[in-house]
């Protein structure tokens, strides 16, 4: 069944009688026009080679091309088919530590970039590299919290991640291992989807575990990344107006990267550990990431029309080409057959 997509375009058929009117009316004053000058017969003697055929012939074929024309910009179509789309990729869930010394600087250095701010940019990086796979949130210090479910909202996982700091879990500390108990909880029931975990720390594993919590989630197909943030000559942790922190005796606190930690949480965990602060960090982060399989994550059918709108065009385009070779004169070859001539009046 032949339909259209614009059919309120068919009131462009309007056009059609109308020019047929024009022409009509044109003709009318041509011809009175010539009567007062003389007998038109006396005219058309005088002009044998105009042809009294071609224009309208001519005419037609030019209505031909505002039909179909109309019909090209009415867009026609024929059958329906359904089409169906999938989308794969991975699960991956990154936990962000947000305990107090992730404000010490990334580097080591006084006045440099914090851990968490250099963090935050190498993973808004990461997800923008990510293709049709599903992200979700984790922040954690003493206590672990979701902070978004895995989902391929890209702008919003963007969102979330910028307003992570370090007031969003009220329990200090660095519980690794809760963070990844957590995580597992935020991945989909789905066996057959590739999961990762990322996991962004300084390594200062203050509750223990970490490296059973690893291995654990291996066992349940989860890959464990690790992204180590600082350096392992220490930082001291800023709070504000030129103070730092302290411990109970009163001592500035230096807080130290611990890569061999990290080395062996992403060892257990069957993953890759990269030092945030390492230019190639991301990239070999991002190849670990692609050697999980990838899984039909959503599956979509959606109705797809038989576009008709070509043959038409084609047919415009055949009778345009017609057109430029029908002029109001007569064909010379034709005019050799009889239904050119007059017959003699006996």
Known sequence: MLTFAYPEIFWFLLLIPLIIGLYGLAKYIRSRSLKRFGNPDVFASLMPSVSKYMPPIKLTLQLLIVLFLIIVMARPWGGVKDQKSEKHGIEVVIAMDVSNSMLASSTGEDGGTSRLRTAKLMLEKLINKLDNDRVGLIVYA???????????DYVS????????????VPVQGTDIAGAISAALNSFSDRKDVGK??????????LEGEALTAAQSAKEMGVQVNVIGVGSSKGAIIPIGNGQYFRDDNGQVVTTLLNEQLGVDIAKEGGGIYVNANNSDALTELYKQLSKIKKSSL?????????????????????????DVFVLERKIGWLTKFTFFKKEDKK
């Open 142 to 152: 003493g206590e672990a919290y979701t902070l978004l479910p895995v989902t391929s």
């Open 157 to 168: 996982a963007k969102m979330f991640l910028n307003s992570i700091n370090t007031d969003m």
């Open 196 to 205: 990762s975990l990322i996991l962004i720390t300084d390594v200062e594993d």
């Open 298 to 322: 959503q599956a979509s059918v959606y109705t797809v029309h038989d576009e008709l709108f070509t043959i038409f065009a084609w047919i415009v385009l055949a009778l345009l080409v017609i």
